[in-house]
């Protein structure tokens, strides 16, 4: 069936460091990536997407690379900072006609200051 | 603010009854996508409509329907409630491909709902 799995399901770095949460897909129909922040008791907020004719994409200090072979997709954030501290969710989405987007579990970032 | 609002904020009813969840798309969007998130868990795709249609379904229950209106908003209909069905409940909206859309949702600020 459809699924997307997400490790680790909780994280904590130093400020500073690099923060790295890796996704695997199962559907092969996927065809869009995106990823998630949501802070607590608000809404998910897009932070990055990556279609699946491109490997790679970078925005400041995040970046998503994707493996389509291996069914595989990470989430890079370099230089983290407290205000990175939230819950991250990567999606995979099928089209089907309409558009079924599966969501992993979530990654709960702490950022130590 | 993404511009999809959702109506109401909050939700308190007891096992059995039956609650209807709105929701009002941005402006120009078409497709509305609804999804339910339990506690600490992820989302769960619900359903999408696009123009008032059915497009894509994920793992509805048969308790809850949803539908979407000539004017766009879309109302999210959980009958016959459970415990578990305590959740909050999200509804996105994106634009239609062929104006630069398809992608990217924008998510509202969605709906608590606690079943007693």
């Known amino acids: ?113 | 603010d993404s511009g999809v609002t959702q109506t109401p904020k909050h939700l308190i009813t007891a096992t059995g009854q039956r609650v209807t969840l709105r929701c009002s798309p941005r402006s120009g969007d078409l497709s509305v996508y609804w999804y339910q998130q339990s506690l600490d868990q992820g989302l769960q795709f619900l359903i999408q409509y696009y123009n008032g249609e059915e497009r894509a379904k994920g793992n509805i229950l048969e308790r809850f329907s949803a539908q979407q209106f000539p004017d766009l908003h879309s109302e999210l209909n959980l009958s016959s409630l459970e415990l578990g069905d305590s959740a909050l409940y999200f509804c996105a909206s994106s634009l239609p491909k062929g104006q630069g859309g398809g992608n990217e949702q924008f998510f509202g600020p969605g709906t608590r709902l606690t079943v007693l």
Do not use: M
């Not at chain 1, 006609?97 to 970032?109: E, M, N, P, Y």
């Open chain 1, 1 to 113: 069936g459809e699924n997307v799995e997400q490790h680790p399901s909780t994280l904590s770095v130093q400020e500073g460091d690099s923060a790295v949460i890796k996704c695997t897909y199962s559907d092969s129909a996927s065809n869009y990536f995106p990823w998630y922040k949501q802070e607590l008791g608000k809404r998910p907020q897009l932070i990055i997407d990556i279609r699946s004719n491109v490997g790679e994409k970078k925005d400041q200090r995040i970046a998503v690379t994707l493996n389509k072979t291996a069914k595989h997709f990470s989430l890079h954030i370099t230089e983290t900072q407290p205000e990175d501290s939230a819950v991250y969710f990567c999606a995979a989405r099928i089209a089907t006609g309409g558009f079924k987007t599966i969501f992993g579990a979530g990654t709960r970032l702490f950022v130590k200051a």
